[in-house]
């Protein structure tokens, strides 16, 4: 089970958070409370929550500054920001400091067990992916020893983290690169390690496991069971001893490769039918405030993950701008057509304020909706 730590400076939002729902039922462990963001970084330091609640306005230290303090000493911790409105700085922040979703008040407990299902969501894939390479560095510990100790080597450890920064670029190129482009990658991509430590096989098997480890994320990010997929990369004694002998180690880096990116793109081939269907839902819904890309992706049917991927790959933007967007040149067609104010317009298109309506509206447009309307 995932704790649950809730921080909000009203006992009576706290009292209604607490009893409204039956936290084990869903696999949450309500874990502890603080009415600001001083105490709850002690509750936090004594009971290791997965995943914090707070309220964004709070005496002594806001939930802004709290998450930023938060992501600091715990970088996967999970932040849910509750508000009383959407202001638009606040949304900025948020994001800036990791916070996961921003819940506007008054706090349903049907909408707050949607969010935290689908963090446990998260949590849960976090998990696996953990286990994953916890197992693949035991197998490469195991092969170390079976194999490369009658070649005593020494790993250069700056290199080492130099190859932890080639990851971002190799997962980059997973995410966004074609099978076209896949070579010459490759070989880029083994000449700067290689070259940095020459002779090294202990470095060789440590870049062999980064990049099965690398595939395998992406995979699991795009929704797909890598045991199915990488099928053939399963056996990771025999990818690694393969990918040492200098003569293969181009031509298996190039297939695994080949293998997620053909994967990904079939994905985005397969994934046309559910963005139309999506795109329809958002023309005759875009009035629903409650409108995210989760409960998008479940109305199609996909892992969030998976609809967020392919709608960008489709769109050409990712799912909050399109739908954005489409709510901004609707309510341009308002303003042009009709005497709605501008409140009765910010519903029409899903801002429950109009204040947060107006700066998108100008972040979006480049005027006001009243200079809009009278230009």
């Not at 870049?207 to 699991?220: E, K, N, S, Y």
């Not at 479940?298 to 960008?312: C, D, I, Q």
């Not at 509206?361 to 480049?366: A, L, P, R, V």
Request: one cysteine or more; proline letters at 2%; glycine letters at 6%.
């Amino acid at each position: 089970m995932y704790k649950v730590v809730l921080v909000e400076d009203e006992s009576t939002v706290r009292e209604s958070i607490r009893k409204s729902i039956d936290w084990g039922a869903y696999g949450f462990i309500f874990a502890g409370e603080a009415a600001n963001g001083e105490q709850a970084l002690e509750v936090v330091r004594k009971v290791h929550p997965e995943i914090v609640i707070t309220d964004i306005r709070m005496p002594f230290m806001d939930g802004i500054e709290l998450s930023r303090m938060l992501r600091n000493i715990h970088p996967k911790i999970k932040i849910i920001i509750l508000s009383g409105y959407m202001e638009f700085k606040y949304a900025q922040d948020a994001i800036r400091f990791g916070v996961c979703e921003y819940l506007l008040k008054p706090v349903t407990p049907v909408k707050l067990v949607s969010i935290l299902l689908g963090l446990k969501e998260k949590l849960d894939q976090e998990s696996k992916e953990a286990s994953a390479v916890e197992n693949l560095v035991y197998k490469l510990r195991s092969y170390e020893v079976k194999n490369l100790e009658d070649t005593p080597t020494e790993l250069n450890v700056k290199n080492l983290e130099e190859g932890r920064r080639y990851e971002i670029e190799l997962l980059n190129f997973l995410k966004q690169g074609t099978l076209e482009e896949t070579d010459a990658f490759v070989k880029r991509y083994l000449d700067q390690g290689q070259r940095a430590n020459t002779g090294s096989l202990v470095y060789s098997s440590w870049q062999a496991m980064q990049i099965l480890t690398a595939c395998t994320q992406v995979v699991r990010e795009l929704g797909g069971d890598p045991e199915t997929i990488l099928a053939d990369f399963q056996n990771v004694d025999h990818f690694i001893r393969s990918f040492c002998r200098v003569r293969s180690m181009e031509e298996i880096t190039g297939k695994l490769l080949k293998t997620v990116i053909t994967y990904r793109m079939d994905l985005v081939d397969s994934g046309g039918q559910a963005i139309t269907m999506a795109k329809e839902y958002i023309r005759t819904h875009m009035d629903d405030a409650n409108l995210t890309l989760n409960s998008m992706a479940e109305h199609v049917g996909l892992s969030s993950n998976y609809f967020g991927y392919v709608f960008k790959q489709r769109t050409g933007v990712n799912f909050i701008k399109y739908l954005t967007n489409v709510r901004m040149e609707h309510a341009k067609e308002l303003l042009r057509t009709t005497d709605l104010t501008s409140a009765q317009i910010a519903e029409r298109v899903g801002f429950l304020d109009p204040n947060y309506f107006s700066v998108v509206f100008k972040k979006t447009c480049g005027m006001t909706p009243r200079e809009y309307r009278n230009k």
